[in-house]
């Protein structure tokens, strides 16, 4: 009320956008299956890193406070490459999300709807993120806010109905490191890494819109443990319900398994549950890439992101479709190209470059205008 | 401010991204299945016949005469400032 | 406003176009039952059963036939459950289908695997119908018995198995998913429910014969087929089926075991134990080049009925009973272990997984070529069952019984 | 008592508000002068008043002077007026005469409340707000004398809102018995009562009431900006200043509370909220109100918390049922035949069959014919609306069903979706869902669950881009605050629940001091 319309968003909310969009897209795909059994401990290894991923680029918004991702671009690489490399990062933001976007229409359109088009799924989501998004931050943070709750006790619920319904077994969790450490880091760096705890750095565009800029740092690490956690939950439940071999082989372990639930002859059939939960964190998921990269643009191109909110995400609508013709070619692009090609450069080999020269700038200014104050 | 920068911010920004996008998808595609540029290219650009991408297309497009129609409020926008 | 009337122009394109997905109840027709028959002309036949809504409805009963059939002829399942329509009149759903019905001859000849991708495949198709073998009769003749209790045929035969589970025990607990999974498994084959017609099938099919009290024919449950890979090999009778769950998850049974060991052969005496909680542990290993199964087994019970003189307030007749039955459960479970290995040579047990789970790197090497492995392997049963209460009575009044009455 | 109260306030704000009759006339063609000569303001408030049936103008001699009494005779109580004022002013009362009005009113009516005309606007306002005017030859201004209204209705039950243990009170149309009652129930000197007039034509009286020292003074300025705004023509109920001055109109829901209970009123006011009492209406609104005020009902407070936290649960979930069940049933049925148990599907399958109707058809037939009915019921009669529900409820229900034109289970459904709508405490509230079933019912029909669950998003994602008066409308849900939570789902117990809405930015942010837990006294002494 005091505090006029600055687009703000909570401590908490940021910790809920986080934990949403963690478990978003790993809820559609299911994360880890090429280590079998071993997926969990896979991902538990993968949510430490991760946390240190998002630890350091908390740290690196430090420096600067109150300036985003693109700003902080500009200001260690300069004026022009720093836009070029800026446009970059839009560019795959947008990308990114487009393949979100995609995986839930494959998941829709293979499960649900067999005779829609989905195209039209494509629409309808990008149109729910495009209005969210128009509403301003402060609305999307809220709108997590309203539907955490309910993502969080249906991802719990489901487990334990699993348990219940005695479809679990945790003989099949056996055995434990089989083949050693080996083939789980090689998942682990990069893919595992990179999807979905790398995607983080997006969170770079909005973390400085946070109002308590200085506790960031903790709750971001502590949201990435947490969502760690409830991903190795909803692993141990696939792979204790389906077993690892047929984890392997189902494109979506999460529903496959929910499918498994069988309670009082009557509670059954409960896939809408998980269409739900991976809906909301889908759209999480596409609206924070989507911010990113309007945002991005915003600092680009020098207008508002509200002019653009429509357009460009009528386009990530067009691009979701036109992606890749079959769903194989879009998995394989997920497991080829993206992570190596694009996930690694941008999430990592970016940051990491930009660090000691952002604090070497940071430093310059800092003396400068000490000299400046005292004179 | 947007006074000596192009007056079609937001067309071309939806220009910008939306054939940068396609070049992209057109660039991976290159990348993994070893194809020629020419094939991806055309791989996009060619429509399947039957498949519903009518409705995606004619997002796009409104997406596009959204951005022309909000450049031209943009430009009345400022004019009327100017004034 | 430019931007409502766009956005309502997208939404009612969508809409004047939409409902794809979409029908109506009316025009539905509900699967319950599938079977698969080998072909004549093509590869398979399917016969499916449909429930008949009117006939189900409980405000009107009307005394027609609640389930009708189709047959078909095609290559593949799905081609011919699309193709059904030629005769049906309504879209058939499969998401309800609660028995898949295949005849031995395809499980022997073509193997199953060919039909059970398109079920794991297809969205459709959930993991909870019952695969079963139909020994002697066609397959088609399962889907259209009528039960007088359960309107629809199917229905009663996945709810007679889930009862069976529960009372006895007489059902390997395969679903679709296991079914595969264990085709696919190194170390375990697949193994599925047998079922068999008890009267007149041609009787059967009536809709009058539900108002016999004679059910004229009647689907019953009859042991378990073996699978090596995705190929039917063998039967299991009803007893070495519920031995077989002895060794996977039992949920309840009972069991009758003589008091004496070498008692009376004209007339022996029995006592009833019902085992009301049970675990099971495999243990695989290598004693140097020779497999090791070994199985342990306690389950706790209670005794449900005495024929011979037993005073059951004594902890000493306790013990001893246990040990009879121990010993019992013992035999039985490790004749049906060893029947399979001599017989079928394939380890539907499992004892393969668990070699997987407890000694990883060995199994690597012998899982190739486990079932050589498993029919030459040691079996052996550890069984502890524990008595913990005899019902509402401790002394039998047969005890009461002068001895010689008891005798005659 | 709460007329004087009333009057003690009004005339204290006048001075605060420094709102005039020349103000409020201001556009008006109405001459703004009083006349030394009584015959030319006869003249000048006969023409303004003239067709008025119920305008008098009593003209009377105090001694050799002229003088007049003018008054709305539909406006004051007759008899008080005959006893007070003219029986004193009577010739053959032997008072002595003065002249001058101010011993006129030292004289003859110490005990009236009054007010002196100075301007032509006063008068006629004064006249107009049910005084008697006294006019005499010669004076620069004249004497208003508050004669006391007429028969007002009488303080009944609520008839929108029931409840089962509480006062039993109602706001009537007048708006000093509405301030009264919630004076009665606030006695303290920081209950503030400010008045307004709105409507340019109808010139009604619209009073803000609030707590001094609890209330957000930037709420308040805000409430006060917007009333300032309304520039329309006539103001008849509450429902219009609600259009007018809530944030958003294009929205389903109601951003502004309102009820004609003076217990929930209170309440309101005591967390910090501003009420607006309009003349005329009995519906008091109170902003800013967030979605948790419509799911609560002042009978909350009065039961025992745990019941009343378990009736507010299902409050919640009946707005749901309301807001989805017709909906669900439709994208079950005809979409999602796989996610229904194998036995309710059968039997619902064969109480369909025969059904010449799409379910979606059916099912808008249904609401729409059951909205009908609603709508009927209300506007009818009451003795004719007994049979249209009668009529509804047997012909349309009963012999649609036998007839075969719907089935069963969906009459089931439209009967429990219509109580459900029902159990919201706030009756605007509930129309609310009842405009997006139908909405939900077209998305589920083009897209089955997905539909359903894409509108839901939609839905929040609207809910919480609305504000009322500058506060999140999802307020202590979204943004969440963890301290709200004790009296929004559930009630926690009174003592429990120490700290007002901040949400509402309070001034004074506890309740009451420390903790007064009950407890049972210790135990005394055995024996000894």
Known sequence: MSKKLVENISLWQLAVLMFTFEIGSVAVVGVGTDTKQDAWIAVGVATVLGAGLVWFYVYLLKQLPGRNLFEMITFCFGKWLGKIIGLLYVYYFLYISARVLRDFCELITSVIFENTPIEVISITMVGICAYMLYLGLEVFGRTGEVFIPYVFTFIILIGLAILFSGEFQMKNLLPILGDGLGPILKHVFPRLLTFPFGELVTFMVIIPYVSHFAKAAKVSVFTVLISGFIIIYGTVIEIASLGARQMERTVFPLLSAAREISLLEFIERVDLVIVFVVMFGIITKVSVFLFGGLKGLEHIMNIPYRYLVFPVSMIIGYIAIQISANNAEHIEEGIRFIPLYMHIPFQIIIPILMAPLLIWKVKKQKRRSDANGSR | ?83 | MKKRLLFLLCAASVILTGCWDSIELNDIAIVTGMAIDPGKEKKYRLTVGYVNPAQYSKQNPAHGAPVSIMTLEGNSLPEISAKMNVGVSRRLIFSHTRALYINEKVAKEDGVSHFLDSLERSPQFRNDFNILITKNNSASDFAMINDPVERVPSLKVQKSIKSLLKSWGGDPRVRLTDFIDAIIAEGRSPVASTVVIDGDPEKGQNAESNMEVKAPARIMLDGLAVFKKDKLIGYLSLDDTRNYLWTQKLESTMISIPCEEDGDKNNPLYFDIVITNNKSEMKTYYKGNQPQLELNIFSEASINSMQCQKDLSSKEIYTELEKRSDKQIKNMITETIKKVQNDFGVDIFGFGEALNRQHYKKAKKVLGHWNEEFSRADVDVNVKIALRRSGTRNKSFISELPKKDVED | MGLADFLFNRRKHKNNNKITAEELFQQENISKKYYKSLDKNIKQIQELFEHSFDFTVDKIKLGDTDACVCYLGTMLSKDTLTNKVLNSLHPQNDHPKPKDINSIRDNYFPTVSYEYADTFHTVVWNVLNGYAVIMVDGQGKALSLEIGNIEKRAITEPSTQTIIRGPKEAFTEDINTNISLIRKRIRNPHLKFESFYVGRDTKTHLVIGYMSTITNADILEEVKKRIEKIDIGGVLDSGNIEELISDKSFTPFPLIFNTERPDSICGHIMEGKVALILDGSPFVLTVPSVLTDFFESSEDYYQPFLMSSFVRLIRYMSFMIALVLPSLYVALSTFHQELMPTQLLLSIQAQREGVPFPAVIEIFVMELTFEIMREAGVRMPRAVGQTVSIVGALVIGQAAVEAGLVSNVLVIIVAFTAIASFVSPIYNFSISTRLLRFILILFSAIFGLYGVLLFLIVMVIHLVSLRSFGVPYLAAVAPFNIKEQDDIFVRFPIWANRKRPSYLYPESPMKKKGKNIPSPPPARGGGK
């Open chain 2, 1 to 83: 401010m947007l006074k000596n920068r192009m007056i079609r911010v937001v067309t071309f920004t939806f220009t910008m991204i939306f054939s940068g996008l396609l070049l992209m998808i057109a660039l991976i595609d290159m990348f993994i299945w070893q194809q020629s540029f020419y094939q991806c290219v055309s791989k996009l650009f060619a429509l399947d016949e039957g498949a519903n991408e009518g409705y995606v297309i004619a997002t796009a497009a409104a997406g596009f005469i959204y951005s022309i129609a909000s450049d031209y409020r943009i430009r009345k926008k400022k004019r009327s400032q100017q004034s």
